[in-house]
């Protein structure tokens, strides 16, 4: 049974530049949440996939995007790159089921983004 | 908006001493959920807990969730340098979850 995978492992960047990060979920899971977690802190909400839309955002600017396929992986996106945007990316899937008994979050390794 | 406080920011213990960590929020909780993240790791999950007062455990951990559902607890009985790593609390806002400032344990042999 796979859990999360994500790649690549580490990617590193310029200022300006665009990168693109890849999540498969667990097996049977179909929704895909997307975090940024600096070094020494806790993990910061980006956005949650379902049913291939965007269902909800935290506060991060337009330059981080995202999109859900079929088959319930997901990419982020995040343009214009910024010596602020250096940080740990984790991908965390879960099942959706109703608002009130949020699911147990299962993190990928994550993708350790340095930007130069 | 929301934020979710973490106290201690560090803890070093020696080898068998007990560990506690404390999650506060200035607004109730619809529920709490532990994660753990050893270093250079990812958050694993623990525990959920949802109804007020509730306490649960899982062999040297004990989770608590406050009557008034705006504080949680995870302490550790008699760490082990296995218990090493970064323990956060988190809670969900709709969709969204918010993470603690989380507790890094560092435990002496």
């Known amino acids: 049974d796979a859990g999360v995978t994500q790649s690549p492992t580490h990617l590193i960047k310029t200022r300006g530049q665009q990168v693109t990060l890849r999540c498969s979920p667990k097996s049977g899971h179909d929704t895909v949440s997307w975090y940024q977690q600096a070094l020494g802190q806790g993990p910061q909400f980006i956005f949650q996939y379902y049913e291939e839309e965007e269902r909800q955002r935290g506060n991060f600017p337009d330059r981080f995007s995202g999109h859900q396929f079929p088959n319930y992986s997901s990419e982020l996106n995040v343009n214009a790159l910024l010596l602020g945007d250096s940080a740990l990316y984790l991908c965390a899937s879960s099942l959706a089921g109703p608002l009130s008994s949020n699911q147990p979050q299962h993190f990928g390794d994550g993708t350790r983004l340095s930007i130069l | ?109």
């Open chain 2, 1 to 109: 908006g929301q934020q979710v406080m973490q106290i201690p920011q560090y803890q070093h213990v020696q080898e068998g001493e007990d560990f506690t960590t404390y999650c506060n929020s200035s607004t109730t909780l619809s529920n709490i959920q532990w994660y753990k993240q050893r270093p250079g790791g990812h958050p694993v999950f623990l525990i959920q807990l949802v109804k007020s007062g509730e306490v649960k455990k899982q062999k040297r951990l004990t989770f608590q969730f406050g009557e008034a559902k705006k504080n949680s607890s995870l302490h550790i009985t008699a760490t082990q340098t296995t218990d090493v790593g970064t323990y956060f609390c988190a809670t969900p806002r709709a969709y969204k979850y918010i993470f603690g400032t989380g507790t890094r344990l560092k435990v002496l042999a």
